[in-house]
């Protein structure tokens, strides 16, 4: 979680946070509680809601009918409690996700939380889980979802035919790569979006990528949008961009280190074809007051397409940082699909969601809604006339550091406006 979100920042310089007036976007969102319940079902508005020891972030969000949508996120399955010192056995990652039913005033009344996936952890633990492969022991994270067409063979099942795939980060241990790993990307798959889920032996982005930097973050926070509604597909990630290592390069240009994207072929999911790594670019997007210069740096996206435009639109996080270094703003931009395909291109910021409309310092690690496809959906499947954003937020103050163990209080947002 936010040791590995907190790891693609650490070496970057923390800056007194200030409320700056934002020219006036496109895209100027309504902001309310997501209404997604905590683990045991403590649901916003309830008295222990903002008090219980249970963390939400990063979101990936289905749209899987004109009145269903499908919210996958992390967070902790074990309550920390602030005077009994649990908070490392609090804290390990676990996908989990609820299903949402429409309501006729446009807000989705929430279902019971589910487990998606599970960390390994140790045998000793007493949520060992032992299905889960070592390089995915101590935290999975990041989820995002997509439909197509994947074969994959276990030892116990044979090979069968999936219909959808949860690509995720996987940490193995809370070492920070002193064993020479830590964040991956893998991906599990199911014949239901409601699961369950099988995990596909080895990472699909591992250790071998190259500028693989397991000191630093490694990588992870994968997003993918389908090409063929099959098994081909476009993979975004984070975490080699050379401002972002524990002993940046002083030299680094982050013009050209942005999110890396490649073509891959799941088809065969047990043995997947990655195509050439590129990196897309950052020129446009709103420089970050903590990088030499006002640099810009593309990372933690969502990314969605959209065709009526024939765009690509993200939300991801920008502006000042926390002292759990997480950032104060969420941000909606744009890029043409050639510009992905082919490179270089300039963004276009259409909107940013800030405390001024959340009334939450920190708002960051977001997920547009989108369709099974990972097209972009505003109301409902093939409406792309808008934007939904699901976040995180921690409380907080202009300049005042939260607390260490303030991720406990991310909580879930909800954001929408028309394009």
């Keep these: 979680m936010f040791i590995r979100r907190a790891s693609i920042v650490a070496a970057l310089t923390l800056v007194a946070s200030c409320l700056t007036l934002l020219p006036a976007y496109a895209w100027a969102p309504a902001v309310s509680s997501s209404g997604v319940p905590l683990p045991g079902?403590?649901?916003?508005?309830?008295?222990?809601?903002?008090?219980?020891?249970?963390?939400?972030?990063?979101?990936?969000?289905?749209?899987?009918?004109?009145?269903?949508?499908?919210?996958?996120?992390?967070?902790?399955?074990?309550?920390?409690?602030?005077?009994?010192?649990?908070?490392?056995?609090?804290?390990?990652?676990?996908?989990?996700?609820?299903?949402?039913?429409?309501?006729?005033?446009?807000?989705?009344?929430?279902?019971?939380?589910?487990?998606?996936?599970?960390?390994?952890?140790?045998?000793?633990?007493?949520?060992?889980?032992?299905?889960?492969?070592?390089?995915?022991?101590?935290?999975?994270?990041?989820?995002?979802?997509?439909?197509?067409?994947?074969?994959?063979?276990?030892?116990?099942?044979?090979?069968?035919?999936?219909?959808?795939?949860?690509?995720?980060?996987g940490a193995d241990n809370d070492d920070h790569g002193a064993d020479g790993r830590f964040n991956v990307v893998g991906v599990a798959l199911a014949t239901s979006p409601l699961g369950p889920w099988t995990i596909v032996a080895e990472p699909v982005v591992d250790i071998d990528e190259p500028d693989y930097n397991a000191a630093g973050y490694g990588v992870g926070q994968p997003s993918v949008t389908s090409v063929d509604q099959q098994g081909n597909l476009l993979l975004f990630y984070s975490g080699l961009d050379c401002a972002a290592l524990d002993a940046p390069d002083p030299s680094c240009d982050v013009a050209d280190r942005g999110t890396a994207v490649r073509t891959l072929d799941l088809s065969d999911a047990g043995a997947p074809v990655l195509g050439e790594r590129r990196f897309v670019t950052t020129a446009g997007l709103t420089p970050e007051p903590f990088l030499p210069n006002s640099g810009r740096f593309l990372h933690n996206a969502s990314w969605a397409y959209d065709p009526s435009r024939a765009s690509f639109v993200v939300s991801r996080d920008t502006g000042p940082l926390d002292g759990n270094e997480i950032q104060a703003n969420v941000e909606i931009d744009r890029i043409s699909g050639s510009s992905v395909w082919e490179g270089g291109g300039t963004w276009t910021v259409v909107g940013q969601i800030t405390a001024g409309q959340s009334g939450h310092h920190w708002n960051h690690n977001s997920g547009l809604v989108r369709d099974v496809y990972g097209g972009l959906a505003f109301q409902r499947p093939l409406d792309y006339s808008g934007a939904d954003v699901y976040f995180a937020t921690e409380p907080g103050s202009a300049g005042t550091v939260p607390p260490w163990d303030g991720y406990f209080t991310y909580r879930l947002q909800h954001a929408t406006a028309a394009l």
């Design 41 to 169: 079902g403590t649901y916003p508005g309830s008295g222990r809601y903002q008090s219980a020891g249970f963390y939400q972030y990063a979101p990936s969000v289905v749209q899987t009918s004109d009145t269903q949508r499908i919210i996958y996120y992390c967070a902790n399955t074990v309550e920390y409690d602030r005077s009994g010192g649990n908070a490392l056995a609090a804290t390990h990652d676990h996908v989990l996700f609820n299903v949402g039913t429409r309501r006729q005033d446009g807000s989705y009344s929430w279902g019971s939380t589910q487990v998606a996936l599970r960390p390994r952890l140790e045998p000793g633990d007493a949520q060992h889980h032992p299905a889960t492969p070592r390089w995915a022991a101590y935290h999975i994270c990041d989820p995002d979802v997509i439909k197509g067409r994947f074969t994959y063979a276990t030892p116990g099942a044979g090979t069968k035919t999936y219909t959808w795939a949860m690509f995720f980060t």
